[in-house]
């Protein structure tokens, strides 16, 4: 066969002559294929995950009542903080790094990354990042929150090594994430399918563009915070230290430069996934493709203009205070094309309830609330009487655990049918989306009224006033369901390594290249790179193939009588 005509017949290419990978844990520990690289990334971030959930129940389990005596005051700090590090650095950004190391350069053609060997160091740095931070358990753990704020992580406040972990971790995970997003950059730059220009580029392939450019503007603030943070713990600088001079508002200023865009370097692949997830499921082409990337471009650049409104509670001029309230407001507008769009995408589609569409349903409905509660707080006489509050948990929460996890979930149950071979199951998918749904709004959205009532985040008990303790207790049920509805997606998944029905290539009929291999993919992923026409080259490949096996149809029914 020409190669032109294998590049575009979907069953040519499920035979290859390349040797199968070697198997046994040494082959893992060496391995730099980026889908085997993506997998330990994803396999290792939800282990972290599930370990930041547990931390998250056992401080809901001692806010359930008030002055609860479950956790003392050092192990609440402790937990507050392991568990927001966890969820953020050691789970949601490098989860989608696992993603992105997978399916990027499926998508894009390419056989492998730019640098698979520094892919590889990417993965063994988070990792060891994470071994160091927990190993604080065994001596003290940090207690200064997930933020660290001087003077609280200064060593005249705080002696814990742990405070030393925190920051060894921030090292670790950003140096895993600097060249991790170098390696992302030049691998879409450079090794994209012939006909894939940037107009052609896969949506999700343009979020993790923008992640990797936002990772790369703002990891070096970050490294260069916690440096200094260090040298005033242990070499006698006072850069946040008031005491000599120096200035706590500066560790604010330069962690929230990296905090804010960290908020949309977490959210803006989940973002993709749903761009993926939607026109496959609704039938239809996605409905402004071209908006929807120019609109992750602008929230990146909206992204480092408005750090500050994490502080606008600090002293800071009126104007100063205006700035940044109308920048937040600025960046709700191209959030809001996207979510125009996506529901476009839905209307008068063809739409198959499967559970990656149903995750991705639920991610609008919620992000929504989050993104609502948002604006509220960047209105900074609202947030002056917010601020501290759980109305600001709440809003945290429904962005990245309604937005970040919701997302992620639509691509494990979207993509594992590509990585393993098998399906998930869609009756246990749809009851753990059940359970994560009513879970997460039965957790979160009481807290808002939490907040309104004056209950201050981050503090391990409360007195017994008001409805403080019935909504506590509401907030604490909700949960253990969110909890439960994530088990059942844990269990689905070993459930389907097991014995779940075969995939084949392409089971949902899916638009872009990484279905036009088999399941798994193989080692070199492509024997023949299609030349990519559109943005949706497998609806092209399947519309030439069927071109193509016209005239065997026709004589179709001819066999058949023959055969009669």
């Given at each position: 066969?020409?190669?032109?005509?294998?590049?575009?017949?979907?069953?040519?290419?499920?035979?290859?002559?390349?040797?199968?990978?070697?198997?046994?844990?040494?082959?893992?520990?060496?391995?730099?294929?980026?889908?085997?690289?993506?997998?330990?990334?994803?396999?290792?971030?939800?282990?972290?995950?599930?370990?930041?959930?547990?931390?998250?129940?056992?401080?809901?389990?001692?806010?359930?009542?008030?002055?609860?005596?479950?956790?003392?005051?050092?192990?609440?700090?402790?937990?507050?903080?392991?568990?927001?590090?966890?969820?953020?650095?050691?789970?949601?950004?490098?989860?989608?790094?696992?993603?992105?190391?997978?399916?990027?350069?499926?998508?894009?053609?390419?056989?492998?990354?730019?640098?698979?060997?520094?892919?590889?160091?990417?993965?063994?740095?988070?990792?060891?990042?994470?071994?160091?931070?927990?190993?604080?358990?065994?001596?003290?753990?940090?207690?200064?929150?997930?933020?660290?704020?001087?003077?609280?992580?200064?060593?005249?406040?705080?002696?814990?090594?742990?405070?030393?972990?925190?920051?060894?971790?921030?090292?670790?995970?950003?140096?895993?994430?600097?060249?991790?997003?170098?390696?992302?950059?030049?691998?879409?730059?450079?090794?994209r399918a012939p006909g894939m220009g940037w107009g052609r580029l896969p949506?999700?392939?343009?979020?993790?563009?923008?992640?990797?450019?936002?990772?790369?503007?703002?990891?070096?603030?970050?490294?260069?915070?916690?440096?200094?943070?260090?040298?005033?713990?242990?070499?006698?600088?006072?850069?946040?230290?008031?005491?000599?001079?120096?200035?706590?508002?500066?560790?604010?200023?330069?962690?929230?430069?990296?905090?804010?865009?960290?908020?949309?370097?977490?959210?803006?692949?989940?973002?993709?996934?749903?761009?993926?997830?939607?026109?496959?499921?609704?039938?239809?082409?996605?409905?402004?493709?071209?908006?929807?990337?120019?609109?992750?471009?602008?929230?990146?650049?909206?992204?480092?203009?408005?750090?500050?409104?994490?502080?606008?509670?600090?002293?800071?001029?009126?104007?100063?205070?205006?700035?940044?309230?109308?920048?937040?407001?600025?960046?709700?507008?191209?959030?809001?094309?996207?979510?125009?769009?996506?529901?476009?995408?839905?209307?008068?589609?063809?739409?198959?309830?499967?559970?990656?569409?149903?995750?991705?349903?639920?991610?609008?409905?919620?992000?929504?609330?989050?993104?609502?509660?948002?604006?509220?707080?960047?209105?900074?006489?609202?947030?002056?009487?917010?601020?501290?509050?759980?109305?600001?948990?709440?809003?945290?929460?429904?962005?990245?655990?309604?937005?970040?996890?919701?997302?992620?979930?639509?691509?494990?149950?979207?993509?594992?049918?590509?990585?393993?071979?098998?399906?998930?199951?869609?009756?246990?998918?749809?009851?753990?989306?059940?359970?994560?749904?009513?879970?997460?709004?039965?957790?979160?959205?009481?807290?808002?009224?939490?907040?309104?009532?004056?209950?201050?985040?981050?503090?391990?008990?409360?007195?017994?006033?008001?409805?403080?303790?019935?909504?506590?207790?509401?907030?604490?049920?909700?949960?253990?369901?969110?909890?439960?509805?994530?088990?059942?997606?844990?269990?689905?998944?070993?459930?389907?390594?097991?014995?779940?029905?075969?995939?084949?290539?392409?089971?949902?009929?899916?638009?872009?290249?990484?279905?036009?291999?088999?399941?798994?993919?193989?080692?070199?992923?492509?024997?023949?790179?299609?030349?990519?026409?559109?943005?949706?080259?497998?609806?092209?490949?399947?519309?030439?193939?069927?071109?193509?096996?016209?005239?065997?149809?026709?004589?179709?029914?001819?066999?058949?009588?023959?055969?009669?």
């Open positions: 066969m020409a190669a032109t005509d294998r590049a575009l017949a979907v069953p040519e290419i499920t035979a290859h002559s390349v040797d199968p990978q070697s198997r046994g844990w040494v082959s893992w520990v060496t391995t730099t294929d980026h889908k085997r690289i993506g997998i330990l990334y994803l396999v290792t971030t939800f282990a972290f995950f599930i370990l930041g959930g547990v931390e998250a129940l056992l401080m809901r389990v001692q806010l359930g009542t008030p002055d609860n005596t479950f956790l003392t005051p050092s192990t609440y700090n402790a937990l507050f903080t392991l568990h927001g590090t966890t969820m953020i650095f050691l789970f949601v950004v490098p989860i989608m790094a696992g993603f992105g190391n997978y399916f990027l350069p499926l998508m894009i053609g390419a056989r492998d990354m730019a640098f698979p060997k520094l892919n590889a160091l990417s993965y063994w740095l988070l990792l060891f990042g994470g071994i160091v931070f927990y190993a604080s358990l065994f001596f003290s753990p940090p207690e200064a929150g997930w933020t660290s704020y001087a003077p609280l992580s200064l060593e005249a406040y705080s002696e814990s090594g742990g405070i030393d972990a925190w920051i060894f971790l921030i090292h670790l995970t950003g140096i895993s994430s600097l060249i991790g997003a170098v390696n992302f950059y030049a691998t879409i730059a450079n090794m949506l999700f392939v343009w979020t993790l563009l923008v992640y990797a450019i936002l990772l790369i503007l703002a990891l070096p603030v970050i490294a260069g915070a916690v440096t200094l943070l260090l040298t005033d713990r242990h070499f006698g600088t006072g850069f946040f230290d008031q005491g000599q001079g120096g200035d706590p508002l500066l560790w604010q200023h330069l962690f929230w430069f990296f905090g804010h865009p960290e908020v949309y370097i977490m959210i803006l692949p989940g973002f993709g996934i749903i761009s993926e997830v939607l026109p496959v499921f609704a039938r239809k082409p996605i409905f402004g493709y071209k908006a929807i990337a120019a609109a992750t471009v602008v929230i990146a650049f909206l992204a480092l203009l408005v750090w500050a409104h994490h502080m606008f509670t600090t002293p800071s001029a009126t104007i100063v205070l205006v700035f940044f309230m109308i920048s937040s407001f600025l960046i709700a507008i191209p959030t809001g094309v996207k979510i125009f769009n996506w529901v476009a995408t839905l209307w008068r589609g063809t739409v198959e309830f499967k559970t990656p569409l149903i995750f991705s349903v639920g991610f609008i409905s919620v992000f929504l609330i989050g993104g609502i509660t948002g604006v509220f707080l960047a209105v900074f006489p609202v947030d002056w009487q917010l601020h501290d509050t759980y109305f600001v948990v709440a809003h945290l929460h429904y962005v990245l655990v309604g937005g970040s996890v919701f997302a992620i979930f639509a691509g494990i149950y979207y993509w594992f049918p590509k990585m393993t071979g098998r399906m998930l199951s869609e009756s246990i998918g749809k009851w753990s989306f059940a359970f994560m749904y009513i879970g997460i709004n039965v957790t979160f959205l009481i807290q808002h009224s939490i907040g309104l009532e004056g209950m201050p985040r981050r503090v391990y008990e409360y007195p017994d006033v008001g409805n403080l303790a019935l909504y506590n207790l509401i907030s604490t049920i909700g949960s253990f369901m969110l909890a439960f509805g994530v088990g059942l997606t844990v269990y689905a998944v070993i459930r389907a390594l097991r014995n779940g029905v075969k995939a084949g290539p392409d089971p949902w009929k899916a638009n872009t290249l990484e279905w036009f291999v088999p399941s798994p993919p193989p080692v070199n992923n492509f024997d023949v790179i299609p030349r990519v026409r559109s943005v949706e080259p497998m609806k092209d490949i399947r519309r030439q193939v069927a071109r193509q096996s016209e005239p065997a149809a026709d004589l179709s029914p001819v066999a058949a009588g023959t055969r009669d």
